[in-house]
């Protein structure tokens, strides 16, 4: 599903879900989990539909067998959790509407509970209740309807994006900010790249939704493929979310992705319910940015937080509540000394962090430098504006290796911030080849030269793939414009089947020359094949060079800059450039035109 497919359908779903809401006069809060949960029980059926045939087959197949399983067995085997015909979607779609259609939901969310303990109590079951009025008790079945439209080919990134989606619309409507628990997607699937995490255990000390782990769920499955792995997923999740309805969101987000592991709710300043230190093949966040309000006395004593040191305050009260010494002066740097703590000696993290937090001073600086002395920081990159959905404040990625700490420090900067494909006026995302060309850049300084070769031949193959497209497409078009319409209905008819076919020759040509350009985009950074600095992109430094920028983590100090007078994106400016031409092409062939008329024209006045 493309990001414009997504986005008509995220529209189309609220737009009808929330029409309802305000004809029922329920408050968003009200109508939010109910909602939920039914987002979560299309998404459990889609994924469960999947593998019903598989289920039933075994079931036949031991038939004749002393070891019998049940069918909750072969199924929590085979995608992570069971539905009972009663907990269906189909099922509960096609009850009458005579029938108590809240009680049935509620049954079918006991249902699977039942079979899959991890999601006790997280379920909504007695809020669909609510949507029923004395005079009216058809709203369940018309939402029920709703998410039908859900198609059955959807996967797991776009439940969790829908997810998001709606989460956010109910936060926005009920006045608050919203997105503190969302993570774009493209952000997620760059962490996941250059962190890599195929197997181990991954914690996530600010889970949210646990989209993060769904995203490293897909990544594995992707690279076993490409490895042609065809050992067992061996991956362990936990989280911790301070947020009690969003621990239940994030379980059953869990659940419908077939994931194993644990979400317990937690504050992560001040509990530490799987004992962290040390303990994590690869920890994963985008924790809450500048927090100010965090009490000293019950960090400052534990280990996980105070290794490269502990932010605080060094004055005294002001009569401002940032000057407080009771509090520390932020709650950024605890975040980041809880990632590089929590890894195992060859662990990996990323994290999201504000851009401030790069040239922090007072006991920031000191933190920071201590952490880049002992060679942890492994990178350090800078996003795009507008990546997130409700907050503007410009953001970097954090990269640890903690393979790396006790050699000597060298830190990778990345400005990525002209790298972005515009979604909206106000929103920016990744596409998959700038995840790819941009994890590459990490591959490559990791030495994983080989890495670049086949992203070039995915590259490649893919073109070649749109030019064969394009060239039975150019010979469809061809016969097209021979044929030779009759009459006048006729003639409007070819010329719309015309029309569509030269533009999807046009569309199957862009997507070739699309991944040509991103061959391009790597030959002309990495000729060689080899890591090497680019200006106004990335720069490999030194302990002693970071030393000189007083221990700044800014990538912008040491990237450089390309001078871009018009503002644009290399990609924006060769776009227009197309355009322009073509639209230059176009001209000349009037003009052409044009001239040959007229000199027609004065032959015959001659």
Not at 289 to 312: A, H, S, T, W
């Amino acid at each position: 599903m493309t990001a414009e497919q997504l986005k008509e359908l995220e529209d189309r779903l609220w737009e009808a879900a929330d029409k309802l809401r305000v004809d029922s006069g329920l408050k968003a809060s009200e109508y939010a989990t109910p909602i939920l949960g039914l987002i979560f029980l299309r998404f459990a059926s889609i994924r469960y539909n999947k593998v019903k045939q598989l289920i039933t087959a075994e079931l036949e197949a031991q038939k004749n067998s002393r070891m019998l399983r049940e069918p909750h067995e072969i199924a929590i085997e085979k995608c992570g959790f069971y539905l009972p015909p009663e907990a269906e979607y189909d099922y509960l779609l096609t009850l009458p509407e005579k029938e108590n259609i809240a009680k049935a939901i509620k049954v079918a969310m006991e249902k699977i509970e039942l079979y899959k303990p991890e999601l006790q109590d997280s379920l909504p079951k007695d809020e669909y209740f609510k949507l029923i009025k004395p005079d009216d008790n058809s709203l369940p079945k018309t939402l029920l309807k709703i998410f039908a439209d859900i198609p059955e080919n959807v996967t797991g990134d776009v439940f969790g994006k829908v997810y998001e989606y709606f989460l956010n619309e109910f936060a926005l409507a009920e006045g608050q900010g919203g997105g503190e628990f969302f993570t774009p997607t493209s952000v997620v699937k760059l962490m996941v790249e250059i962190i890599e995490p195929y197997k181990g255990t991954i914690f996530d000390p600010a889970c949210g939704s646990a989209g993060m782990f769904v995203q490293s769920s897909q990544f594995i499955d992707r690279r076993r493929e490409e490895l042609h792995d065809t050992d067992t997923k061996d991956l362990m999740v936990y989280g911790a979310e301070r947020t009690p309805e969003t621990v239940k969101l994030a379980r059953m987000n869990l659940a419908v992705n077939g994931l194993r592991g644990e979400i317990k709710p937690a504050n992560s300043y001040y509990e530490d319910p799987y004992d962290s230190y040390g303990r994590f093949d690869y920890v994963m966040a985008n924790p809450p940015f500048n927090v100010d309000d965090v009490n000293l006395d019950r960090v400052k004593g534990q280990k996980r937080f105070n290794e490269y040191g502990i932010p605080q305050n060094k004055t005294k009260k002001t009569g401002k509540k940032k000057d407080d010494p009771n509090t520390v002066p932020n709650g950024n740097y605890l975040w980041i000394n809880l990632f590089a703590t929590s890894l195992k000696p060859q662990g990996r993290a990323a994290l999201v962090m504000a851009n401030s937090a790069s040239d922090a001073r007072n006991s920031e600086a000191d933190i920071r430098k201590n952490l880049i002395k002992s060679g942890v920081i492994d990178c350090m990159l800078t996003l795009p504006k507008n990546m997130f959905y409700t907050v503007t404040l410009p953001a970097t990625l954090w990269f640890f290796d903690k393979s790396k700490e006790g050699s000597e420090p060298k830190v990778l900067f990345i400005d990525a911030r002209n790298i972005f494909r515009q979604v909206t006026r106000a929103l920016r995302e990744f596409t998959e080849e700038h995840i790819q060309n941009i994890a590459t850049i990490m591959r490559l300084y990791r030495g994983e030269n080989d890495r670049l070769k086949e992203l070039i031949a995915q590259y490649q193959n893919n073109a070649k793939d749109y030019k064969k497209q394009a060239a039975k497409q150019a010979s469809k078009v061809e016969q097209i414009e021979q044929a030779e319409p009759e009459n006048t209905k006729e003639i409007k008819r070819w010329e719309k089947q015309l029309e569509e076919a030269r533009n999807q020759h046009k569309v199957l040509l862009d997507k070739e020359q699309y991944y040509y350009d991103q061959i391009q985009w790597l030959q002309e950074r990495f000729p060689n094949g080899l890591y090497e600095d680019v200006t106004g992109l990335c720069k490999a430094t030194t302990l002693a060079e970071i030393e000189e920028q007083d221990w700044s983590l800014n990538p912008g100090r040491y990237v450089g800059v390309v001078i871009e007078e018009d503002g644009l994106t290399e990609e924006a400016f060769l776009a227009e450039m197309k355009e322009r031409h073509k639209k230059l092409n176009e001209l000349n062939e009037q003009a052409n035109s044009l001239v040959a008329q007229i000199d027609k024209n004065l032959f015959l006045v001659k």
